[in-house]
């Protein structure tokens, strides 16, 4: 017989690690990250276990890969890795190549299903959305009131366009029930005069960026159904660039940023002040132009067949020409006017809705209501005074006391009970005359007469 064949502990491991790479291979694995260990040479190791066991784990070059932001210790992840055995422990472990948190495959999958969905119905389609108006004068924001997207948005409504006037409905943009507060603050700017709100001209929607479980209220049905439903344009605004949500394409605009919304719903002040002023050179410049023509043209007349004659047949079309030019240029510095003074309109409605003169138009009404509150107060505490005061005349007259200050008196059981008939009297009993100026006590000897104690 044979003697048998001898590993070494090298191919031992060898054989186990091509049985473990061929048959495991390349798997999905769930569990939670503990001792994450990020080491200077870019490569991270940590340990990925469950309830019931555990394993080792290595990402090369960590940083470069995808999803590398889902590890952290505590964290549920799902990794894409590579089986194998690490000879020079003889340890399993698995060779990390993607990560993600966990759930986020189920979340795609039902962003995806929704996404296929809404298009299949046209609220996607391109012909459905409205346009932007050029030149709005309220805009409606749904996000939080906490938040900076706000100030964003208030930062550069009121830079590039001063006159706007903003209108918040504030909303949560995170966690269980936020779709549904804000599909309600979308219904409710759909149907200002239920709500008792103005009617604005853009809504903009949207929050800061996160993950995809943070951006996930804007891919409910609830919100797209709401924007769809909408007969103000929306602008959404979730997130930043890279991030796209059923929002975005229900919207009638979709914006990378917040910020950019603000700079999408309204046109620039600066630029259309520009323009102006360029729009008033060409126009100077083309009835100079114009009038320069015309003048040469005379001037070849005057020089041709009808030099003679020509100022004789010219002068009534020379007048009319010079009317005519005195009427284009007022009404070029009419509208010029025009112009400037709805630019300074526009400057001091703007300079009008300072908060500092708002708060001092309500302190001026506090002080007024406050002043009217305290008159109101001192008359009625001068009224209840008066009839306080004519309760107590009236007390004095009817009551027992003018009766007693007129000779009268009452008679009492030793209980406090008033001795109404001399049937209530018993011999021996103990009363107690009450007078205008005392009491006195007394027992009862007869049911007819009384005698002094």
Excluded at 120 to 131: M, N, V
Excluded at 144 to 172: F, M, N
Aim: aromatic share 6%; net charge positive.
């Amino acid at each position: 017989m044979s003697e048998a064949k001898t590993l070494s502990v090298t191919q031992l491991l060898r054989r186990i690690k091509n049985v473990v790479e061929i048959e495991v291979g390349e798997v999905w694995v769930e569990g939670e990250v503990s001792n994450l260990k990020k080491q200077a040479s870019g490569h991270w190791y940590f340990t990925l276990k469950d309830d019931h066991a555990q394993i080792q784990c290595a990402m090369f070059g960590a940083r470069k890969r995808s999803g590398h932001e889902a590890l952290q210790d505590g964290a549920k992840v799902r990794v894409f890795a590579e089986t194998t055995i690490y000879e020079a422990r003889g340890s399993l472990q698995i060779i990390v190549m993607r990560a993600e948190a966990a759930g986020l495959g189920d979340l795609q999958a039902k962003f995806e299903a929704l996404k296929r969905q809404l298009n299949a119905e046209g609220l996607f389609a391109a012909e459905r959305k409205k346009a932007i108006p050029r030149f709005p004068r309220r805009i409606g924001i749904v996000t939080s009131e906490t938040g900076a997207v706000l100030q964003d948005i208030q930062q550069v409504i009121a830079r590039r366009a001063p006159w706007v006037r903003l209108y918040l409905l504030p909303v949560r943009v995170q966690g269980r029930g936020a779709e549904r507060e804000i599909a309600a603050a979308i219904a409710a700017f759909s149907d200002p005069d239920r709500y008792d709100l103005p009617t604005c001209d853009v809504l903009i929607v949207g929050r800061g960026g996160g993950s995809l479980e943070d951006l996930w209220c804007f891919n409910e049905e609830i919100v797209a159904r709401a924007i769809a439903r909408c007969p103000i344009p929306v602008i959404s605004a979730v997130g930043h660039e890279i991030d796209f949500t059923i929002a975005d394409f229900v919207a009638d605009l979709r914006a990378p940023t917040p910020s950019a919304a603000a700079e999408l719903a309204v046109p620039d002040s600066a630029e259309l002040a520009n323009r102006l002023q360029l729009l008033h050179r060409r126009i100077k410049q083309n009835t100079a132009a114009r009038l320069q023509q015309w003048h040469y043209q005379l001037d070849a007349m005057r020089r041709g067949a009808l030099q003679r004659r020509g100022e004789r047949l010219l002068r009534e079309p020379v007048m009319r020409l010079d009317n005519i030019r005195d009427r284009l240029q007022r009404a070029i510095e009419h509208q010029w006017q025009q112009r400037m003074q709805r630019m300074e309109q526009l400057q001091t409605a703007h300079r009008t809705l300072h908060p500092r003169l708002i708060l001092q138009r309500r302190e001026t009404g506090l002080d007024e209501l406050r002043r009217r509150l305290q008159g109101s107060i001192q008359q009625a505490l001068l009224d209840q005074e008066k009839h306080l005061r004519h309760l107590e005349v009236m007390l004095r007259t009817l009551g027992p006391e003018s009766s007693l200050q007129r000779g009268y008196s009452i008679t009492f059981d030793e209980k406090g009970n008033i001795i109404r008939s001399a049937k209530d009297v018993r011999e021996g009993m103990n009363l107690i005359t009450r007078l205008a100026d005392g009491s006195v006590r007394s027992i009862a000897t007869d049911q007819k007469n009384d005698s002094v104690d």
